[in-house]
Protein backbone atom coordinates (compact mmCIF):
# COMPACT_ATOMS: atom_id res chain seq x y z
CA UNK A 1 0.00 0.00 0.00
CA UNK A 2 2.71 2.60 0.55
CA UNK A 3 4.81 1.72 -2.28
CA UNK A 4 1.11 2.17 -4.65
CA UNK A 5 0.98 5.85 -2.90
CA UNK A 6 4.44 6.29 -3.34
CA UNK A 7 4.39 5.49 -6.94
CA UNK A 8 0.71 7.49 -7.22
CA UNK A 9 2.94 10.43 -5.34
CA UNK A 10 5.74 10.24 -7.99
CA UNK A 11 3.48 10.07 -11.22
CA UNK A 12 1.64 13.58 -10.02
CA UNK A 13 4.69 15.39 -8.99
CA UNK A 14 6.64 14.44 -12.57
CA UNK A 15 3.10 15.83 -14.35
CA UNK A 16 3.91 19.17 -12.85
CA UNK A 17 7.29 19.53 -13.30
CA UNK A 18 7.97 23.08 -15.70
CA UNK A 19 10.69 25.18 -16.74
CA UNK A 20 11.62 26.95 -13.79
CA UNK A 21 10.60 24.92 -11.03
CA UNK A 22 11.94 21.70 -10.15
CA UNK A 23 10.31 18.08 -8.44
CA UNK A 24 11.80 15.44 -6.54
CA UNK A 25 10.84 11.74 -6.55
CA UNK A 26 11.74 8.93 -5.02
CA UNK A 27 13.99 6.99 -7.83
CA UNK A 28 13.60 3.66 -5.91
CA UNK A 29 12.51 0.34 -7.81
CA UNK A 30 12.69 -3.38 -7.11
CA UNK A 31 13.20 -5.59 -3.78
CA UNK A 32 15.29 -4.05 -1.02
CA UNK A 33 18.77 -4.75 -1.75
CA UNK A 34 18.52 -5.80 -5.27
CA UNK A 35 20.49 -4.23 -8.13
CA UNK A 36 19.24 -2.41 -11.07
CA UNK A 37 20.00 -3.45 -14.14
CA UNK A 38 22.44 -1.31 -16.46
CA UNK A 39 20.85 1.34 -18.37
CA UNK A 40 20.11 0.82 -22.08
CA UNK A 41 21.79 -1.74 -24.32
CA UNK A 42 25.32 -0.66 -22.61
CA UNK A 43 28.24 -2.98 -22.49
CA UNK A 44 31.85 -1.90 -21.14
CA UNK A 45 34.84 -2.63 -23.20
CA UNK A 46 38.56 -3.31 -21.46
CA UNK A 47 40.32 -0.01 -19.91
CA UNK A 48 42.63 1.86 -21.99
CA UNK A 49 45.12 2.39 -19.63
CA UNK A 50 48.33 5.38 -19.45
CA UNK A 51 50.10 7.23 -16.69
CA UNK A 52 47.24 7.38 -13.79
CA UNK A 53 44.01 7.16 -15.84
CA UNK A 54 42.12 4.40 -17.17
CA UNK A 55 39.11 4.48 -19.98
CA UNK A 56 36.42 2.06 -19.98
CA UNK A 57 34.94 2.15 -23.25
CA UNK A 58 30.79 2.16 -23.69
CA UNK A 59 29.85 0.37 -26.47
CA UNK A 60 26.09 -0.20 -27.59
CA UNK A 61 23.87 -2.04 -30.48
CA UNK A 62 21.96 0.93 -30.66
CA UNK A 63 22.89 4.43 -31.88
CA UNK A 64 19.86 6.39 -32.05
CA UNK A 65 19.87 9.55 -34.82
CA UNK A 66 20.29 12.80 -33.09
CA UNK A 67 20.86 14.17 -36.78
CA UNK A 68 17.94 16.39 -35.49
CA UNK A 69 19.93 18.35 -33.12
CA UNK A 70 23.30 20.85 -33.08
CA UNK A 71 25.90 21.24 -30.27
CA UNK A 72 27.02 24.64 -29.24
CA UNK A 73 30.19 24.77 -31.20
CA UNK A 74 28.41 23.75 -34.24
CA UNK A 75 25.54 26.45 -33.84
CA UNK A 76 28.19 29.25 -32.51
CA UNK A 77 30.52 28.46 -35.56
CA UNK A 78 27.63 28.83 -38.24
CA UNK A 79 26.22 31.81 -36.56
CA UNK A 80 22.75 29.90 -36.01
CA UNK A 81 22.91 30.36 -32.41
CA UNK A 82 24.30 33.85 -31.03
CA UNK A 83 25.63 34.09 -26.96
CA UNK A 84 25.98 37.91 -26.15
CA UNK A 85 26.07 39.38 -22.66
CA UNK A 86 23.08 40.86 -20.50
CA UNK A 87 22.51 44.99 -20.86
CA UNK A 88 23.23 47.69 -23.17
CA UNK A 89 20.84 49.79 -25.24
CA UNK A 90 19.28 49.80 -28.47
CA UNK A 91 20.29 46.49 -30.71
CA UNK A 92 23.39 44.71 -31.14
CA UNK A 93 24.20 42.98 -34.79
CA UNK A 94 25.48 39.99 -35.58
CA UNK A 95 26.30 38.81 -39.17
CA UNK A 96 23.73 41.14 -40.36
CA UNK A 97 20.91 40.46 -37.97
CA UNK A 98 19.43 42.49 -35.29
CA UNK A 99 19.18 41.09 -31.50
CA UNK A 100 17.34 42.93 -29.02
CA UNK A 101 19.53 44.24 -26.13
CA UNK A 102 18.08 43.90 -21.95
CA UNK A 103 17.52 46.52 -20.33
CA UNK A 104 19.40 45.62 -17.27
CA UNK A 105 23.25 45.30 -16.48
CA UNK A 106 25.54 42.66 -17.59
CA UNK A 107 25.72 39.75 -14.96
CA UNK A 108 28.69 37.51 -14.72
CA UNK A 109 26.45 34.34 -13.88
CA UNK A 110 23.94 34.98 -16.84
CA UNK A 111 23.73 35.31 -20.62
CA UNK A 112 21.31 35.55 -23.48
CA UNK A 113 21.39 32.28 -25.82
CA UNK A 114 19.24 32.98 -29.18
CA UNK A 115 18.79 30.12 -31.19
CA UNK A 116 18.25 31.48 -35.13
CA UNK A 117 18.46 28.38 -36.61
CA UNK A 118 16.18 24.74 -37.43
CA UNK A 119 17.36 22.64 -34.94
CA UNK A 120 17.38 22.35 -31.22
CA UNK A 121 20.43 23.37 -29.42
CA UNK A 122 22.00 20.97 -27.05
CA UNK A 123 24.27 22.43 -24.11
CA UNK A 124 26.58 20.49 -21.91
CA UNK A 125 27.73 22.11 -18.09
CA UNK A 126 31.23 22.58 -18.32
CA UNK A 127 30.73 23.97 -22.13
CA UNK A 128 33.36 27.43 -22.76
CA UNK A 129 31.81 30.48 -24.22
CA UNK A 130 34.66 32.20 -25.06
CA UNK A 131 34.83 36.25 -25.37
CA UNK A 132 32.30 38.66 -24.14
CA UNK A 133 33.52 40.85 -20.44
CA UNK A 134 34.17 37.42 -19.54
CA UNK A 135 34.82 33.71 -20.87
CA UNK A 136 32.23 31.70 -19.18
CA UNK A 137 30.89 28.00 -18.55
CA UNK A 138 27.17 26.85 -19.26
CA UNK A 139 25.83 25.79 -15.72
CA UNK A 140 23.26 22.98 -16.41
CA UNK A 141 22.58 20.72 -19.35
CA UNK A 142 19.79 21.65 -21.93
CA UNK A 143 18.12 22.13 -25.08
CA UNK A 144 17.05 25.37 -26.71
CA UNK A 145 14.45 24.72 -28.81
CA UNK A 146 14.49 26.40 -32.61
CA UNK A 147 13.12 30.35 -33.28
CA UNK A 148 12.76 30.64 -29.45
CA UNK A 149 12.59 34.22 -27.89
CA UNK A 150 16.26 35.00 -26.89
CA UNK A 151 16.62 33.08 -23.41
CA UNK A 152 18.75 34.05 -19.96
CA UNK A 153 21.27 31.39 -19.48
CA UNK A 154 22.82 30.35 -16.37
CA UNK A 155 26.48 30.58 -16.10
CA UNK A 156 29.58 30.27 -14.47
CA UNK A 157 32.64 32.42 -14.77
CA UNK A 158 36.31 30.66 -15.60
CA UNK A 159 38.19 33.43 -15.97
CA UNK A 160 39.97 35.99 -13.14
CA UNK A 161 39.96 39.51 -13.82
CA UNK A 162 39.39 40.52 -17.07
CA UNK A 163 35.65 42.47 -17.54
CA UNK A 164 35.99 44.03 -21.03
CA UNK A 165 33.49 46.05 -23.41
CA UNK A 166 33.08 42.45 -25.77
CA UNK A 167 29.56 41.65 -26.04
CA UNK A 168 29.56 38.54 -28.32
CA UNK A 169 30.84 34.67 -27.50
CA UNK A 170 32.22 32.81 -29.90
CA UNK A 171 32.88 28.86 -30.02
CA UNK A 172 35.98 27.38 -27.60
CA UNK A 173 35.72 23.82 -28.69
CA UNK A 174 37.03 23.24 -25.00
CA UNK A 175 34.62 21.49 -21.91
CA UNK A 176 36.20 22.08 -18.31
CA UNK A 177 38.02 19.44 -16.63
CA UNK A 178 35.88 17.09 -13.97
CA UNK A 179 36.91 18.96 -10.85
CA UNK A 180 35.24 22.16 -12.17
CA UNK A 181 32.18 20.48 -14.27
CA UNK A 182 31.08 19.02 -10.68
CA UNK A 183 31.11 22.54 -9.28
CA UNK A 184 29.20 23.61 -11.99
CA UNK A 185 26.89 20.80 -12.67
CA UNK A 186 25.94 19.44 -9.11
CA UNK A 187 27.35 21.86 -6.74
CA UNK A 188 25.87 25.24 -8.65
CA UNK A 189 29.07 27.47 -6.93
CA UNK A 190 30.75 30.64 -8.62
CA UNK A 191 33.18 30.65 -5.86
CA UNK A 192 33.90 26.47 -6.02
CA UNK A 193 34.00 26.99 -10.04
CA UNK A 194 36.81 29.42 -9.78
CA UNK A 195 38.76 27.13 -6.90
CA UNK A 196 38.46 24.10 -8.63
CA UNK A 197 40.20 26.14 -11.75
CA UNK A 198 43.29 27.23 -9.54
CA UNK A 199 43.88 23.93 -7.81
CA UNK A 200 43.21 21.55 -10.62
CA UNK A 201 41.08 18.98 -8.51
CA UNK A 202 38.75 19.05 -5.65
CA UNK A 203 39.70 15.19 -5.22
CA UNK A 204 41.07 14.41 -1.80
CA UNK A 205 43.52 11.40 -1.84
CA UNK A 206 46.32 9.93 0.52
CA UNK A 207 48.76 12.24 1.61
CA UNK A 208 51.44 9.39 1.06
CA UNK A 209 50.18 9.31 -2.71
CA UNK A 210 52.85 10.34 -5.85
CA UNK A 211 52.81 14.18 -6.72
CA UNK A 212 50.56 14.94 -9.45
CA UNK A 213 52.06 16.23 -12.40
CA UNK A 214 50.65 19.39 -12.78
CA UNK A 215 50.64 20.77 -9.47
CA UNK A 216 47.95 23.12 -7.53
CA UNK A 217 51.24 26.02 -6.77
CA UNK A 218 52.11 26.19 -10.33
CA UNK A 219 48.40 26.67 -11.26
CA UNK A 220 48.22 29.25 -8.33
CA UNK A 221 51.91 30.92 -9.71
CA UNK A 222 49.93 31.31 -12.75
CA UNK A 223 47.36 32.86 -12.20
CA UNK A 224 48.86 35.68 -9.72
CA UNK A 225 51.43 36.25 -12.96
CA UNK A 226 48.61 36.64 -15.22
CA UNK A 227 45.15 37.39 -13.19
CA UNK A 228 43.53 37.96 -16.54
CA UNK A 229 43.95 34.37 -18.46
CA UNK A 230 41.10 32.37 -18.89
CA UNK A 231 40.69 28.68 -18.59
CA UNK A 232 41.85 27.86 -21.52
CA UNK A 233 44.96 30.10 -21.47
CA UNK A 234 45.92 29.08 -18.57
CA UNK A 235 45.86 25.30 -19.19
CA UNK A 236 48.10 26.28 -21.90
CA UNK A 237 50.53 28.01 -20.15
CA UNK A 238 54.52 26.53 -20.12
CA UNK A 239 54.01 25.92 -16.52
CA UNK A 240 51.03 23.35 -16.61
CA UNK A 241 50.28 22.92 -20.10
CA UNK A 242 53.67 21.07 -21.70
CA UNK A 243 52.60 17.64 -21.44
CA UNK A 244 48.77 17.88 -21.97
CA UNK A 245 49.02 17.54 -25.54
CA UNK A 246 51.29 14.50 -25.71
CA UNK A 247 49.36 12.94 -23.03
CA UNK A 248 45.62 13.38 -24.63
CA UNK A 249 47.90 12.23 -28.03
CA UNK A 250 48.84 9.22 -26.77
CA UNK A 251 45.20 8.19 -25.08
CA UNK A 252 43.80 9.06 -28.23
CA UNK A 253 45.98 6.57 -30.29
CA UNK A 254 45.06 3.41 -27.57
CA UNK A 255 41.42 4.60 -27.40
CA UNK A 256 41.23 4.84 -31.33
CA UNK A 257 42.86 1.07 -31.92
CA UNK A 258 41.23 -0.71 -28.67
CA UNK A 259 37.61 0.61 -30.32
CA UNK A 260 38.33 -0.43 -34.06
CA UNK A 261 37.41 -3.73 -34.09
CA UNK A 262 33.76 -3.43 -32.29
CA UNK A 263 32.13 -4.43 -35.53
CA UNK A 264 28.34 -3.71 -35.25
CA UNK A 265 28.62 -2.09 -32.14
CA UNK A 266 28.90 1.54 -31.56
CA UNK A 267 31.07 3.68 -28.86
CA UNK A 268 28.71 5.82 -27.05
CA UNK A 269 30.64 6.64 -24.02
CA UNK A 270 33.05 6.40 -21.56
CA UNK A 271 33.57 5.37 -17.56
CA UNK A 272 36.76 7.13 -16.51
CA UNK A 273 39.03 6.20 -13.45
CA UNK A 274 41.95 7.70 -12.12
CA UNK A 275 43.83 5.23 -10.25
CA UNK A 276 41.92 2.74 -8.97
CA UNK A 277 39.00 5.27 -8.26
CA UNK A 278 36.19 5.02 -11.14
CA UNK A 279 35.07 8.71 -10.44
CA UNK A 280 33.45 9.22 -14.12
CA UNK A 281 31.04 8.56 -17.16
CA UNK A 282 29.30 10.88 -20.16
CA UNK A 283 27.50 8.30 -22.36
CA UNK A 284 25.45 9.63 -25.07
CA UNK A 285 22.31 8.68 -27.16
CA UNK A 286 24.66 7.92 -30.73
CA UNK A 287 27.74 7.28 -31.56
CA UNK A 288 27.90 10.78 -34.14
CA UNK A 289 27.38 12.83 -30.59
CA UNK A 290 30.25 11.09 -28.72
CA UNK A 291 32.56 11.44 -31.47
CA UNK A 292 31.64 14.90 -31.60
CA UNK A 293 32.02 15.84 -27.97
CA UNK A 294 35.25 13.14 -27.55
CA UNK A 295 38.07 15.35 -28.52
CA UNK A 296 37.61 18.45 -26.10
CA UNK A 297 35.94 15.62 -23.09
CA UNK A 298 39.50 13.80 -23.76
CA UNK A 299 41.19 16.56 -23.09
CA UNK A 300 38.89 17.67 -20.00
CA UNK A 301 39.65 14.28 -18.23
CA UNK A 302 43.56 14.29 -19.16
CA UNK A 303 43.69 17.77 -17.23
CA UNK A 304 42.18 16.07 -14.12
CA UNK A 305 44.77 12.81 -14.64
CA UNK A 306 47.85 15.28 -14.44
CA UNK A 307 46.45 17.75 -11.40
CA UNK A 308 45.53 14.15 -9.94
CA UNK A 309 48.30 11.84 -7.91
CA UNK A 310 50.17 9.86 -10.30
CA UNK A 311 49.09 6.66 -9.06
CA UNK A 312 49.13 3.26 -11.50
CA UNK A 313 46.55 1.43 -9.71
CA UNK A 314 43.95 -0.01 -12.46
CA UNK A 315 40.23 0.72 -11.09
CA UNK A 316 38.07 -2.77 -11.41
CA UNK A 317 35.91 -3.43 -13.94
CA UNK A 318 33.54 -4.12 -11.72
CA UNK A 319 33.69 -1.01 -10.16
CA UNK A 320 33.70 0.78 -13.39
CA UNK A 321 30.16 -1.73 -14.32
CA UNK A 322 28.18 0.39 -11.63
CA UNK A 323 28.44 3.63 -13.59
CA UNK A 324 26.34 2.14 -15.86
CA UNK A 325 23.22 1.37 -13.48
CA UNK A 326 20.74 3.90 -12.48
CA UNK A 327 20.87 5.06 -9.28
CA UNK A 328 18.34 4.42 -6.01
CA UNK A 329 17.91 8.05 -4.69
CA UNK A 330 15.88 11.48 -4.52
CA UNK A 331 15.64 12.78 -7.79
CA UNK A 332 14.79 16.61 -8.80
CA UNK A 333 13.27 17.03 -12.04
CA UNK A 334 13.06 19.99 -14.55
CA UNK A 335 11.79 20.48 -17.73
CA UNK A 336 10.66 22.57 -20.89
CA UNK A 337 7.51 20.81 -22.36
CA UNK A 338 7.50 19.62 -25.50
CA UNK A 339 11.39 20.79 -25.21
CA UNK A 340 13.61 18.88 -22.78
CA UNK A 341 13.87 16.93 -19.39
CA UNK A 342 16.45 17.47 -16.63
CA UNK A 343 16.64 14.99 -13.75
CA UNK A 344 19.23 14.47 -11.54
CA UNK A 345 19.93 11.35 -8.87
CA UNK A 346 22.10 11.58 -5.89
CA UNK A 347 23.09 7.89 -4.04
CA UNK A 348 25.44 8.49 -1.61
CA UNK A 349 28.30 10.40 -2.98
CA UNK A 350 27.14 9.21 -6.52
CA UNK A 351 25.29 12.10 -8.84
CA UNK A 352 23.63 10.77 -11.87
CA UNK A 353 22.19 13.77 -14.95
CA UNK A 354 20.26 13.10 -17.16
CA UNK A 355 19.03 15.29 -20.65
CA UNK A 356 16.47 13.74 -22.12
CA UNK A 357 14.92 15.58 -25.36
CA UNK A 358 11.27 15.43 -26.01
CA UNK A 359 10.72 15.92 -29.32
CA UNK A 360 11.32 15.12 -32.43
CA UNK A 361 11.45 11.96 -30.51
CA UNK A 362 11.62 11.47 -26.84
CA UNK A 363 15.54 10.05 -25.87
CA UNK A 364 18.18 10.46 -23.42
CA UNK A 365 20.97 12.50 -25.04
CA UNK A 366 23.35 12.83 -22.59
CA UNK A 367 24.15 10.61 -18.74
CA UNK A 368 26.75 12.00 -16.89
CA UNK A 369 27.27 10.01 -13.41
CA UNK A 370 30.16 10.88 -11.09
CA UNK A 371 31.56 10.03 -7.70
CA UNK A 372 31.49 13.62 -5.54
CA UNK A 373 34.91 15.33 -4.27
CA UNK A 374 33.03 17.76 -2.36
Keep these: MERSLLSALAGTLLGIS ?3 SAAFVWAGSGSPGSQPKPEGDWRLLDPITYEN ?17 VTLDE ?6 VIVREQGGDGMARSRGVALPQSSTGASVNQLVLIN ?5 VVLLAGELVSGGKQDRIIAKDRIVAPGSDPLPLDVFCVEHGRWSSGLQFSAANTIVHPSVREQAAVNQSQTDVWDSVRKGTTATDALAAPAPRIAARDLADVVASAPTQSYSKIYQHSRVGVSVDDFVDEIQRRFARATSGSKGEHVVGVVVAYGGEVAWSD ?7 FHHYWTKLLRSYAIEALARPTLREVASRDDADEFLRRLRGREQVKSEPGVYRWSEI ?6 QIELEALEPKPMTLHRLLLHRTS
Excluded: M, N, W, Y
Design 53 to 69: ISIFPVISSVSRDTSAF
Design 116 to 120: RGKRP
Design 18 to 20: TLG
Design 346 to 351: TEGRLA
Design 283 to 289: IFASSDL
Design 75 to 80: GLSSGE
